[in-house]
């Protein structure tokens, strides 16, 4: 058995193997600084089936240098602001004082509240207000200074692992064991907003299923939802995915969200996939009990066949439906002696020698 959990509690739900998939309505920025549209968002989240409405708790100053982003020729979601990447940041910033009450409005509604915390302080907000479990997004994965502090927090952590190689997931893996903490999801994240479904390597998760014994989970970026149901057939046990009411409104998240109707599709897909996944176990289920015998085969007598008549193959046809001797013993058959007379189309049954 490895150190790391392989079934979790998250607020009132069990996440793990034999446990429904967990889903992250990744609101963000998309509340666009306004208070009631982040309530409306949480409303539109719970009625779409997600578990969780997630957050992103960040000061802008504690997050980019804007000296530092004047040096980059920006030419991907970046670039295409039209604006300062600080002044973007500041305009989606989740206010410290809407924390309480956002985290209530949640409960109010029967669905978890989380966020993620992008300096020490949020951490500590994160833990005041008794998040279910704090994800780490991708860009802060080789902070290992900040992957400590989160995990001995002791709260489940979800980890991204966008834009990382497999020497960095490593090291962020061992920093959060070695700070004691055994409740972790890795998620595997391309960061491109959005990503390419081709770019999506949902088999990575499997890889890390076997490199660390470890529950696993998706952040997609990716239009649509066949990357999340690829990733739930592999394994993943957490979705998390960006959520908005309109992806025509205006700000940097809103174009590679999913809209409510869309995100309660990839729900109900994602239901029906796991009805379909079923049992490890291999057997004849209840539904199949009439077709047994309607698409097997048994053995018939090819032509009428007297009693004392010495079986030969010439008398044996191997047809549907299953109803006496199987075709296995068609071998045993031949050579045996008829203690009756057998009618041409009449099953063949171990009383007939």
């Avoid at 000061?59 to 000296?67: A, D, N, P």
Wanted: net charge negative; aromatic share 10%; hydrophobic share 40%.
């Amino acid at each position: 058995m490895g150190f790391f959990n392989r079934e979790i509690r998250i607020g009132d739900k069990m996440i793990g193997d034999t446990y429904p998939t967990y889903f992250i309505a990744e609101i963000g920025a998309n509340f666009d600084g306004n208070i009631e549209k982040a309530k409306r968002l949480i409303d539109a989240a719970k009625e779409a089936g997600a578990d969780c409405a997630k957050f992103q708790t960040f000061s802008t100053s504690r997050i980019v240098s804007e000296g530092g982003f004047s040096h980059m020729q920006l030419k991907g979601v970046h670039g295409s602001w039209g604006r300062t990447v600080s002044d973007v940041f500041k305009d989606a910033e989740f206010p410290i004082a809407w924390h309480k009450e956002i985290a209530d409005y949640c409960k109010a509604v029967s669905i978890d509240f989380s966020t993620s915390p992008y300096f020490k302080e949020a951490v500590d907000l994160c833990a005041d207000l008794d998040v279910p479990f704090i994800k780490i997004g991708s860009g802060d994965l080789t902070w290992l200074e900040m992957l400590d502090y989160i995990a001995r927090k002791g709260k489940p952590v979800m980890l991204a692992t966008g834009d990382a190689t497999m020497a960095e997931i490593d090291e962020a893996v061992r920093t959060i064991e070695a700070a004691g903490n055994r409740d972790l999801v890795l998620m595997q994240c391309i960061t491109n907003y959005p990503s390419k479904i081709e770019s999506a390597n949902v088999n990575v998760l499997k890889t890390y299923q076997s490199a660390f014994d470890v529950l696993t989970g998706y952040s997609d970026h990716a239009p649509g939802h066949v990357v999340a149901l690829a990733s739930v057939v592999v394994g993943g046990r957490v979705i998390e995915k960006h959520f908005t009411l309109n992806r025509n409104d205006k700000g940097p998240d809103h174009p590679h969200s999913m809209e409510p109707q869309n995100f309660k599709f990839m729900v109900d897909s994602i239901r029906e996939v796991e009805r379909a996944m079923g049992s490890t176990r291999k057997e004849v289920v209840a539904e199949e009990g009439e077709t047994v015998y309607v698409q097997r085969r048994c053995l018939y007598a090819k032509q009428d066949i007297k009693k004392g008549h010495i079986m030969t193959a010439e008398d044996i046809d191997v047809l549907r439906p299953a109803l006496g001797i199987p075709p296995k013993f068609k071998p045993v058959i031949i050579g045996k002696e008829c203690k009756e007379d057998i009618a041409k189309g009449q099953p063949l049954f171990w009383n007939n020698f």
